[in-house]
């Protein structure tokens, strides 16, 4: 009988690790007041997504405690705001340019002239975001 019911709790492993792998082959989108996302790599080493930013529009001044993150702009212009309010530093960077994020820095993802795409890999801390400033409230 126990060996019957190892093959039942192998077989049930199995099973799991199996739909885990399609979970992980799903890309996900999801819609922001900014824009929208979408996840196309969520793995437990790696994110990979790509952010929609519409124009005039931009994201949380915000900073990660464990996420890093590095982008690469695809098309449009994105002005990155690094550091607190009164110690602001904007980088302007066009397609093909690319900033790497590391934790606790400051940071703003902004469209102003052009709605912008980039693509971004990170640690998979997605819920890692400290909020200091948010045009939407949230």
């Not at 997504?49 to 464990?66: A, D, V």
């Not at 890093?68 to 690094?82: A, H, S």
């Amino acid at each position: 009988m126990q060996s019957t019911a190892a093959v039942v709790v192998v077989v049930a492993l199995a099973k799991v690790a199996a739909v885990r792998r399609d979970v992980l082959n799903v890309k996900r989108e999801v819609l922001k007041p900014w824009g929208k996302e979408i996840i196309w790599a969520e793995t437990k080493d790696y994110v990979g997504k790509i952010l929609f930013i519409n124009k005039g529009h931009r994201l949380s001044r915000q900073y990660h405690s464990i996420k890093e993150e590095t982008i690469i702009v695809n098309n449009g212009q994105l002005t990155i705001e690094i550091g607190a309010k009164e110690y602001l530093k904007k980088i302007v960077l066009s397609k093909g340019e690319c900033y790497h994020v590391k934790p606790n820095t400051i940071h703003r993802f902004c469209a102003p002239d052009d709605d912008v795409e980039i693509f971004e890999v990170s640690t998979p801390h997605l819920d890692d975001v400290i909020r200091l400033e948010d045009d939407y409230r949230r």
